[in-house]
Nanobody
Framework: QVQLVESGGGLVQPGGSLRLSCAAS????????MAWYRQAPGKQRELVAT???????NYADSVKGRFTISRDNAKNTVYLQMNSLKPEDTAVYYC??????????????WGQGTQVTVSS
């Protein structure tokens, strides 16, 4: 059994910062690509950022220059540093990971989500 547990969400004023964390635990042979998604009320879930096991990353245009994704492979953890937050960043943020549970089997997992609210 594998779990992804997010933390770090909360309420922040516009222009502020938050750092989200997502820790993977359980039967893990290897963590491959990890990502953050978000879903605002009434909208579809959208990709925010991805990071490969080779530390190559990509960002949605809406967060480029403000958000930074990183990972600590020793801790099986991915982070999302969010700076210069805007009200439109308000959403539930979800961690996603492709996890090899054996040499031959890779499964995609989701975390439970953490709420980020940007408001004055």
């Amino acid at each position: 059994q594998v779990q992804l547990v997010e933390s770090g969400g909360g309420l922040v004023q516009p222009g502020g910062s938050l750092r989200l964390s997502c820790a993977a635990s359980g039967r893990i042979f290897r963590l491959n690509t990890m990502a953050w998604y978000r879903q605002a009320p009434g909208k579809q879930r959208e990709l925010v950022a991805t990071i490969t096991s080779g530390i190559s990353n990509n960002y949605a245009d809406s967060v480029k220059g403000r958000f930074t994704i990183s990972r600590d492979n020793a801790k099986n953890t991915v982070y999302l540093q969010m700076n210069s937050l805007k009200p439109e960043d308000t959403a539930v943020y979800y961690c996603n990971a492709d996890i090899q549970i054996t040499r031959a089997a890779t499964i995609n997992y989701w975390g439970q989500g953490t709420q980020v609210t940007v408001s004055s």
